[in-house]
């Protein structure tokens, strides 16, 4: 079955289904969709098992992790964080074997980044969707991300005018996650009733000596020294490698799908637009254009990818040296890319 995100809950009231795979672009929307999932295994006691997949993954380690028995529980959850959604001709046949054969001792939990429509299509994926459920999480636009700060707000007990929220919105440009580390920045600063424009200015300038959204700007326009030093300021401040990762990794594949479409053609007017680009970002987008061709645009999002796995511990380089490479070659340095 398809679900919407909203529809998870009461679904999941009648009970676990065998497998899930919820895929989206936005960090956010993906990881709170996916932990409602994760408490009902936890409540009925599950164990936690997850598996990571890459160009060398071993379809096998699924088909075995679901028969083998773990040491903590009879039943388990398998989480399969699959980025790319495409599995290959082994992968699909291993999901529709166990899609198939779904043991009710264990939930599947696959992951993905957003799909293509043709994926939707193959034939491991309408088994997953007939043996359990699929919810695609789609991302707020800039039309939905007032409505959407505003009840995040009254999550926490706030309110605030228009005005602010606007600011917020403004501020945060779509990045769901940023945008709930500002609500709970505001949550700490402030006692008002509600929030106004002044107190959301004085907050982010009490909070924030060096923010991810600079670091990214200053990165599209070039500034390598500039950049180095809000990165270091970042790290000084804790800020964590994955939610630096998270930012500068949608930055690129943005400016990848762009540059793809100018070498096709198209006006660049016309693609920032279709790309969703807010117009006061258009000028360091474009900066960043002239500089990067697509092929090193891919070659900057695997290296993101490469930083993903020293993050998760699957790779022995230092994600903070990785993440200085990634931000000096993004701004025009010329240093070398390790893998």
């Known amino acids: 079955m398809r679900l919407r995100p909203d529809q998870l809950q009461q679904n999941l009231s009648k009970g676990l289904l065998p497998v899930y795979i919820v895929s989206g672009d936005d960090t956010l929307l993906v990881q709170e969709c996916c932990d409602p999932i994760r408490l009902n295994c936890r409540k009925q006691g599950f164990s936690r098992e997850i598996l990571h997949v890459d160009a060398s993954f071993d379809w096998n380690e699924l088909l075995a992790s679901a028969s083998a028995m773990s040491l903590f529980s009879e039943r388990k959850l398998i989480e399969l964080r699959m980025p790319t959604g495409k599995p290959g ?3 699909g046949k291993a999901l529709t074997e166990y899609a198939a ?3 009710p001792d ?4 696959i992951i993905c980044n957003k799909l293509e429509s043709s994926t939707t299509r193959t034939k491991w994926y309408k088994t997953i969707e007939a043996a359990g459920a699929s919810i695609q999480c789609w991302p707020i636009d800039a039309r939905q991300l007032p409505r959407w700060i505003s009840n995040r707000l009254n999550m926490v007990g706030l309110k605030a005018d228009n005005e602010a929220i606007q600011m917020l919105a403004e501020r945060v440009e779509g990045n769901l996650l940023a945008a709930v580390q500002e609500i709970e920045k505001l949550r700490l600063y402030t006692n008002a009733d509600i929030i106004d424009a002044d107190t959301v200015t004085a907050a982010v300038a009490d909070n924030a000596r060096y923010d991810i959204f600079g670091l990214v700007d200053r990165t599209l326009q070039g500034d390598s020294k500039g950049s180095l030093k809000m990165l270091q300021g970042l790290k000084a401040e804790g ?7 998270w930012a500068l990794s949608r930055e690129l594949r943005t400016l990848c799908q762009c540059a793809e479409q100018v070498e096709q053609g198209n006006g660049i007017d016309r693609v920032l637009q279709n790309q969703r680009v807010w117009d006061k970002r258009k000028a360091i ?4 254009l002239q500089r990067l061709t697509t092929k090193q645009l891919q ?6 990818n490469h930083i993903d796995q020293s993050i998760k511990g699957m790779s022995q380089d230092n994600s903070w040296d990785l993440l200085e490479q990634l ?8 240093l070398a890319i390790k893998h």
């Not at 987008?285 to 960043?288: E, F, G, M, P």
């Open 299 to 304: 070659q900057l999002i695997k290296t993101a």
């Open 285 to 288: 987008t474009k900066n960043a």
């Open 101 to 103: 054969n779904a043991s």
């Open 327 to 334: 931000v000096a070659t993004m701004a025009g340095a010329k």
């Open 239 to 245: 800020t964590e490698p994955p939610v630096l990762l």
């Open 106 to 109: 264990n939930v599947l939990l």
């Open 89 to 91: 001709d082994a992968g």
